[in-house]
């Protein structure tokens, strides 16, 4: 009976080595792929992780620019630049119609029938 190993491409998506299965935990063809592939998924988890704290914080920004009680429409910050999905939490009021606040740190938007108001914690 011939003992044949079976192969198994290497992880590391930059790398097509085939190498034989000696372990079925190993799955980088070498110590080196293993590096460069974990080196590559921290810096695209960094570079995402940088790109929606930035919308965040522009977000914060533009809400700092105004007063507190100011309320947009959904229109107008679309213009200003501002994106409702990036917040850093938000809260559902449900006394009064399950309204959302979506919080950029200590300022929010609140959802209301004719638009969003800015407040503060
Ligand atoms: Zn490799």
New binding site residues.
Partial sequence: MGLKFKERM?A?AL?D?VFPVTNERKI???DR?RGRHHALMNDEETEMIRLENNQIIANYRILKAFRVGKVFRRSELRLLGYELAYCSRYTVDRTVGNAVTYWCYDLGLKSMELGFEIVSV
């Fill in positions: 290497c590391y790398c080595e980088f063809c070498s792929c």
